[in-house]
Structures are given as C-alpha cells and as structure tokens.
C-alpha cells in the first residue's frame, strides 16, 4: 500500500508538474499576447513618429538648402546693385561735364570778371562794385547775355556748385532769386 499510494503520488506529482508546466507556458502565451496588445498602438505610434521625423528632415534639408540659395542670391543682388550703382556713378560724370558744358561754365566766368574788370576801369564808386559783387548776376541775366535759356543756366548752376571758381547763392535782397558770383568776391579785404 505504501509502494502503491507512493507510486500514486508520484504520478499524480507528475501529472500536476506537467498540468502546472501547460498552465505556465499558456499563462506566457496570455501575458506575452496581452502584452503585444498593449504595446501595439504605442509600437503603432512610434512608426507614425519616426516616419514624420523623416519627413521634418528631409524638409528641413530642403530648406536648409532654399536658404543657402536665397542667402547666395541676395549677395549676388547686393553685389549687381553695388556695380550698377558704381557704374551710374562713373557715366553720370562725364554726362554732365561735356566739352561744351565746360565752354558754358568757363564763359561765365569770364563774364563775371569781365563785368567787374569795366566796372573797376570805368572807375564807379566803391560801393556800386560791392554791390555788384555781393550781388553777382541771377540766372535771368545770365541766360539774357550768354544767350541761353535759364533752364539751361540752371543745368550749368548744379555743375559749376563743384567748381571753385563760383559760389551759387540766393540774391541777397529779391526773393526766390538765385545767383551767381565769383567765389574770390566773398574774400574779406575785396
């Protein structure tokens, strides 16, 4: 009976040994299935992530390489307008300063100083010749002697500014009234 009942237990040992085993083996089949489960959607969700990673990447890249471009772009602009601006520079002087605008510039001087030079001989008071020459000639008067037009005075005027020889100013007693005199006249001691 004791061999017997040990034998029994034994095999029933057994049995429930290999009962507990399939229990076990299909509990990790449940957990590992519950689990897949569970994790999938966040699995699912990391795919998605790394595929819009991806993406913000590559249009990362795209832009990235869009501003390189612009940036080479917008240097080439700045350096074509810099050497347009250059050259405007470069033919907008010799534009204005023809053989026979300098013609018209050097005739007003001679003028100027001619008009003094009569005044000086015909010896008229030393006030007449202050006058004259804190007042000089307007553009009017000198359209009318020169022959010219006093638009063109005008055109001569913004070029003889830069010449040290004459002084463009407004006349000292009619308004609205530009003139021209001999820079030397504005000296102290003339």
Known sequence: MNASY???L???NYRLRAENEELKSQLRDIIKEAVQEA??????RIDTLEAIVTSQDEKL???ESIQETQAENQLIQLRL???LRQATKKEAIPSETTQKTQDHITEI???LGA???RLIERQVPRSALTRYRSEGLTFSELARVMGLTVD???QLSRIAATDQRFNICWHPRKKNTKIFKLRRWDAPGL
């Open 61 to 63: 890249a795209a832009l």
């Open 115 to 117: 008009t003094e030079t």
């Open 39 to 44: 994790i999938q959607p966040a699995l699912d």
């Open 81 to 83: 307008i810099n050497d």
């Open 6 to 8: 040990i034998v029994t």
């Open 152 to 154: 063109r005075i005008r």
């Open 109 to 111: 001087a001679h003028i």
């Open 10 to 12: 034994e095999t029933e």
